[in-house]
């Protein structure tokens, strides 16, 4: 009888919502998927079913909100925009180089960055 517990595989899944119509994105999930673990699951938005904006017990964000920025998904809150990239690369090898991101002298720069840039790609997709 085995008893031996891995955390590893006691981890929960993190879900990380995507945009499946934006070029970018697509590309750089591509690249996540190949270098992922197994606690993270990809879900591109337009994949969900119509029945997700119309259910008001759902806890979840509408579609609209998922498109206008990342959004990760763990133990049931959301993590957004440049915390939830930095989050998800976190489940390869490469979490490390990723971090920096968060470092509070970077961290303000870094997430101006990337709302400007969400917003631009959301006007010019939608």
């Not at 006691?10 to 994105?25: E, K, N």
């Not at 337009?46 to 997700?52: I, N, R």
């Not at 968060?102 to 961290?107: E, H, L, T």
Request: with cysteine.
């Amino acid at each position: 009888m085995n008893t031996t517990s891995s955390s590893q595989s006691d981890r929960a899944t993190d879900v990380l919502y995507y945009d499946g119509q934006c070029p970018l994105c697509v590309k750089e999930m591509d690249r996540l998927h190949r270098l992922k673990d197994q606690h993270l699951l990809l879900k591109d938005i337009h994949t969900l079913p119509e029945a997700y904006d119309d259910d008001p017990d759902c806890p979840q964000p509408s579609k609209e909100r998922l498109l206008r920025v990342l959004h990760l998904q763990r133990n049931g809150r959301f993590i957004t925009g440049i915390d939830a990239n930095i989050a998800a690369w976190q489940h390869t090898r490469f979490g490390l180089c990723w971090r920096w991101l968060g470092w509070p002298f970077i961290r303000p720069i870094a997430e101006f960055a990337y709302h400007r840039w969400a917003q631009w790609r959301y006007q010019r997709l939608y």
